[in-house]
């Protein structure tokens, strides 16, 4: 059995073998061509495809309500995982709303603290730090660093705001390995076929606020914005 994260572990699994069963978990396994369907996998791969990518707007819009006023803001990506036309998406969605997006990339993780120097340096006011099991691998170091360029941050993972960042908002990790992945586990160890076993999603996305960290940055959030949370940190 191989577990796989992310799309290059994934990528570099299916390349390794068509024979061991693979269990994922990935941001879009049919649109990366991982399984032929959510339904039917076929091959030798299953697992949980999260969709996050999708939800990096839905995170923009949460950062801009959480810091009114702000006029340029940031997004932090893996240029492995974020398309060219995601990342359009996300700046047009910005001027609508009348807010400049400076994108700022990386591709390996010695990028991320220079690319997190260029988030300041450009006058962002707020990040948004777009899916990636890069990013999220490296996550101490981007949060460390957030902290100390005292920039507002949004993830992809509610258990990044439990750690200090300042907003979550998506799916829990620990859900999906304890609660999803583990009964999956379970069924290929007892002989299920990796092709016939659903690729499944999840199915409870949250809104965590760390406001210990809102405090820290000497933000106030909205009152409508703590009220949507589903935990709030004090």
Known sequence: ???????????????????????????????????????????????????????????QEILLEAVPGAHRIAALLDRNTSSESHVKALQEAARTAGVELSVHSVTRAADIATALDEVRSSGAEA?????????????????????????????????????GGLLGYGPSILQLYNDVQSRQLVRLLRGARPGELPVEQPTKFEFVINLKTANALGLSLPQSLLTRADEVIE
């Open 127 to 163: 990040l948004n730090v777009l899916a990636s099991a890069l990013l999220f691998n490296n996550r101490e170091t981007i949060l460390d660093r957030v902290a100390t360029l005292h920039l507002p941050a949004i993830y992809q993972w509610l258990e990044m705001a439990t750690r």
């Open 1 to 59: 059995m191989i577990m796989a994260g992310g799309d290059a572990a994934v990528d570099a699994a299916q390349r390794a073998t068509s024979e061991i069963p693979i269990l994922a978990l990935t941001d879009d396994m049919v649109g990366k061509g991982f399984v032929h369907s959510l339904a039917k996998p076929g091959g030798n791969t299953t697992g949980v495809t999260i969709l996050a990518s999708e939800l990096d707007g839905k995170r």
